[in-house]
Structures are given as C-alpha cells and as structure tokens.
C-alpha cells in the first residue's frame, strides 16, 4: 500500500492528485528492469514538450534549450530527462546517462536522432498507482510528475532516485530482467 501526504497538487488539466510520501515507498520486493531501445532526438531549442499518459492526461511540460536529449517513447509520450538538480540530460552526452547507442545519428522530423538502450538498472514497482498521484519536485524543485491508474513506479538503483511510468509507456519501452 502506498502512503500519501496530506497535500493535493493538481496536474494542468486540474486533476487533483494526491502527493505520494517517497520516503516511504518500499522497493524490497520490486522487480528489476532496464529501457528498451528508445529513440532521442537532439533539440533545436524552444520546443515545449508536454508528456501526456495513454489517457492524454499531461504528466509534466517543459522547454526544450538546444541540445538537450528528447526521448520519444510513442507520439504522445515525449520527455526531456532531468537530474536532481532539475537540469536537462544533453544529446551529445547520452551515454554518461547510462545508455548505449544502437544506431548512427539519422534525421527524425528535421533533428538528428540516435536510437538508444538502457544498461542501468532501476527497481519497478509494475502497476502499483491506483488513483491520481504526483510525485513533487520529480523534475526539480515545482517541476511534478503526475501519475494515473495503472503507473509504474521506479527506482534508479545507482542513484536512488524515485520516478514513475505511464502504464502504455512502461509496456513499450521498459523489460523486466529480474523478476520479485
């Protein structure tokens, strides 16, 4: 069972979401998985992501600056990955982040793009949101991450740090390499 805080944050389609306790989650019994292949693009600058769930509820929105790396999981689910810090992850550095390239760079809508896989590991809680959820400052500090029925939660294992997945997202680009 999960723990929530008090707080209620609404996403930008004014779903009211209730804040999950992170220092409380318990990754013991998860799974272990790693991304699929995954396409990146590398931005021109001012494009404005907004990553949306399979119900095209939107999950976080941000604005890409050249050169940050844009994963595209599917046409609606696209994201800029961001650090602790809330800094974005950068095309021309993509291995650093724990990923290895599996094709030269190509041209995807006028940008160069790269197909990737992931080599770190993160621990997966598969399914586990059963009502709206945010999880505060995921992307930095007012940068939230919004979660609906059916979500995945996950655990960089380095890092420690604690994120989540669209249900449609985590099914196309996530595999389970050790299971509970």
Same mark, same amino acid.
């Given at each position: 069972?999960? *723990?929530?805080? +008090?707080?209620?944050? *609404?996403?930008?389609? %004014? $779903?009211?979401?209730? $804040?999950?306790? #992170?220092?409380?989650?318990?990754?013991?019994?998860?799974?272990?998985?790693?991304?699929?292949?995954?396409?990146?693009?590398? =931005?021109?600058?001012? &494009?404005?992501?907004? /990553?949306?769930?399979?119900?095209?509820?939107?999950?976080?929105?941000?604005? =890409?600056?050249?050169?940050?790396?844009?994963? #595209?999981?599917?046409?609606? +689910?696209?994201? $800029?990955?961001?650090?602790?810090?809330?800094?974005? @992850?950068?095309?021309? *550095? #993509? &291995?650093?982040? %724990?990923?290895?390239?599996?094709?030269?760079?190509?041209?995807?809508?006028?940008?160069? =793009?790269?197909?990737?896989?992931?080599?770190?590991?993160?621990?997966?809680?598969? !399914?586990?949101?059963?009502?709206? /959820? *945010?999880?505060?400052?995921? @992307?930095?500090?007012?940068?939230?991450?919004?979660?609906? &029925?059916?979500? /995945?939660?996950?655990?960089?294992? !380095?890092?420690?740090?604690? /994120? %989540?997945? +669209?249900?449609? =997202?985590?099914? +196309?680009? @996530?595999?389970?390499? !050790?299971?509970?």
């Amino acid at each position: 069972m999960l *723990c929530y805080t +008090d707080e209620i944050i *609404c996403n930008k389609n %004014g $779903v009211p979401c209730r $804040v999950l306790d #992170i220092s409380k989650l318990d990754f013991s019994k998860a799974c272990v998985g790693r991304r699929k292949e995954v396409t990146v693009l590398k =931005a021109k600058g001012n &494009e404005k992501i907004e /990553t949306c769930n399979s119900a095209g509820l939107i999950e976080s929105t941000y604005i =890409a600056n050249y050169g940050d790396a844009i994963f #595209i999981n599917n046409e609606r +689910d696209i994201y $800029v990955p961001r650090d602790l810090l809330g800094n974005a @992850w950068k095309f021309d *550095c #993509i &291995e650093s982040y %724990g990923y290895k390239i599996v094709s030269n760079i190509f041209s995807y809508n006028g940008s160069d =793009a790269i197909k990737v896989k992931g080599i770190k590991l993160s621990k997966l809680l598969p !399914e586990i949101i059963a009502c709206p /959820t *945010c999880i505060k400052d995921a @992307w930095g500090y007012g940068e939230h991450q919004f979660l609906f &029925e059916g979500a /995945t939660l996950k655990m960089d294992i !380095e890092s420690g740090r604690i /994120t %989540g997945i +669209d249900k449609s =997202a985590f099914f +196309d680009t @996530w595999e389970i390499i !050790e299971d509970k």
